[in-house]
């Protein structure tokens, strides 16, 4: 897809400053967009919204087509007569700094729960809307809320775990389960609900003000979740529900042992038997929330890693080819059918970090994919491709993303000899090192340019959003409540100015 010169944000919701414990799709969340409008940035990306569980990432939630609870904006609920501004008394001594999810999740949880109580006292406001998100997401809202109901009544452990006949699916024991548990299951589902009724609102009225949000779609799902328990078959398991393999990436200068990490690997064999039908519902309803998709991974499509899942490393893996042009060929035919605009190409950006091999190259030129180029990656040499005199138009720039150090991070912490080549590169003193890097992307040649908020606050590794070696302590960060204010929007604004974006 070709995409216009613009230029945006990326910033995950839950670092939204707000007095919950955690940035929600409430006043804050439409106050940011005001904001970013008035800086004439164009794009908002975020990670996923799918509902996190262990060690709070959105890279491994219970389900890719559901939203994350802990996203609600408790105001909105007030605005709806669901809470009462008492109910909020126990959520008034949260941190406003960081997301002390310890802290935060049973108090939002209850807070919720207190929700879904009151609705059930008074749904007539409501009941409508709620059957009518019922019965419209049914091919994906039966087996999450199910499988979350599930989850809960026993005590929050992995579906590996279950009994049997539920984990194999059973139609008597999935039946049983139903009923018994009716009314744990409508609350999972009533939490759908108010999820999208809120981000639906909130993606309207960004899109009113010509703001387009990016939203990022992970390659593999995690093994606990509901699209693993509903469609083994998709994936390689054993006759018990375990995986054979499982995905990683190999030993590099980085780590010594690769990376293992643990997810299910697709049977795509039997993807493509059903003409991709599982995946083309994943897009589809991934368009239902966002304009633009990044694909995490890309290189995964082309080929992946393959480890045996018994294996402790990810030293002694194989590559082995993945779909490739068929699977895109399949989301191009579908998408064409009424949900994009005839002859625009897939509004689909591929993270095409790490091995980039010729399989990769040439899935991306075939359906003129743009890739990512990252600067901080850049001052190794005036070869290094992530360098602006080495872009292509046709390609997304960032100064950094959630995954790296922040760029003043970066700067204090970088060698020396790389350090000095980039005082070089950009001819600075590195007194503003960040702000040197989003210079630079924004005048690149690149049609879209990016920053993460950390960079645009010239923020230190204490603001890094996630160490992917490290567990726990991760996806903390958020943003002051005074940080975007009017100088901060000019001074991006002249930026946008100055580069045509």
Known sequence: MTFKRSSGILLHPSSLPSPYGIGDLGPQSFRFIDWLAST??????????GPTGYGDSPYQCFSAFAGNPYLISPDALID?????????????DLPASHVDFGLLIPRKLDLLQKAFSRYQSHPENLRQAFDYFCAENSSWLDDYTLFMALKESNGGGSWSGWDESLRSRKKTALRKAQNELAETVMRYAFYQFLFFRQWNKLRTYANERNIQIIGDIPIFVSYDSSDVW??????????????????????????ATGQLWGNPLYNWK???KDGYAWWLSRVHASLQVFD??????FRGFAGYYEIPADHKTAELGRWVTGPGQDLFRAIDKYLGDGLITPGTGLPIIAEDLGL????VIELLEAFQLPGMKVLQFGFSGPDNPFLPHNYVPNCVAYTGTHDNNTARGWFESAEPHEREFAQRYLRIDGSDFAWDLIRAVWGSVADIAITPMQDLLNCGVEARMNFPSRLGGNWEWRVREDAMNDPLAGKLRELNFLYNR
């Open 80 to 92: 709806d007569g669901l809470l009462t501004h008492e109910d909020l008394n126990g959520m008034q």
């Open 356 to 359: 980039v091999t010729p399989d």
């Open 270 to 272: 039997v993807h493509k």
């Open 292 to 297: 633009i998709l990044r694909f995490d991974h």
């Open 40 to 49: 004439h940035c164009k794009l908002w990306q975020v990670l996923p919204l």
């Open 230 to 255: 509903a469609h083994p078959e998709l994936f390689f398991l054993d006759k018990h529900g375990n995986p054979t393999v499982v995905a990683g990436v190999p030993p590099d200068g980085f780590s």
